[in-house]
């Protein structure tokens, strides 16, 4: 079984058809845990609407304490080793879990799998692709990180005595905390995997980018990639 785990704060634009996408899925034995991480837009009715019709949400609720807190809340109440991550404003495409699961049970080796990603707008037109390269052996030897970070998270499906050995995520920084975590997998010695075909559709928009937060994103990444190549 599987454990899909989500942190929601004021994503009431895009909440109800992510939801949707998740609970539509062919692969149906999963537990759908959502923490609520403080949302003031109304988020908080939509999530209790759903979970009141399907008995596969687990919704938990806290004051805002950031993703990272939220995301490791969802960890901890969530009762299965497979973890299927997903964001509050993306689209679950309906084979996904099913592709995913199929494929961590082949490959014991693997701590987590990516795919490949649709990028949307805000109103759900696509508008390009990610079509992630994960190569953690030749990244490891020539110290490119590139070859393993870049990876976009709600596409990813992790085990979770892995992401717990690592110590979850971190709060150490308030952006590109998944790439953080990637480094610290790969440099503990675990495998990270890539299924080549589109089984999310990412959504790209402005609402809440500044030219500040574009600074600092860019400094973060610089940041944990040195790390990650010193050590």
Request: negative net charge.
């Amino acid at each position: 079984m599987i454990s899909v785990v989500m942190t929601v704060y004021n994503a009431h634009k895009y909440l109800r058809p992510c939801i949707e996408s998740v609970l539509s899925q062919s692969y149906v034995d999963f537990e759908f845990v959502i923490v609520d991480d403080g949302s003031t837009d109304g988020s908080d009715q939509i999530l209790e609407h759903f979970a009141t019709r399907d008995s596969r949400i687990r919704l938990f609720k806290q004051s805002n304490r950031g993703v990272s807190n939220a995301r490791n809340v969802a960890v901890s109440h969530s009762r299965f080793e497979l973890l299927a991550t997903m964001d509050a404003d993306d689209i679950m495409l309906p084979e996904r879990l099913q592709r995913q699961f199929e494929f961590m049970q082949d490959h014991s080796e693997a701590s987590v799998v990516c795919s490949y990603a649709q990028l949307i707008d805000r109103d759900g037109k696509v508008i390009g692709s990610s079509h992630t390269v994960v190569d953690v052996n030749r990244g490891r030897e020539q110290r490119d990180p590139h070859l393993f970070l870049e990876i976009v998270h709600p596409s990813t499906m992790i085990r979770k005595q892995a992401l717990l050995q690592v110590g979850g995520y971190s709060d150490r920084f308030h952006v590109a905390v998944d790439r953080e975590l990637w480094g610290r997998l790969v440099t503990s010695g675990h495998l990270i995997a890539v299924m080549p075909e589109v089984l999310i559709q990412y959504r790209l928009h402005q609402s809440s980018v500044t030219a500040k937060d574009m600074f600092n994103h860019h400094f973060t990444c610089e940041f944990i990639d040195y790390n990650i190549c010193a050590g």
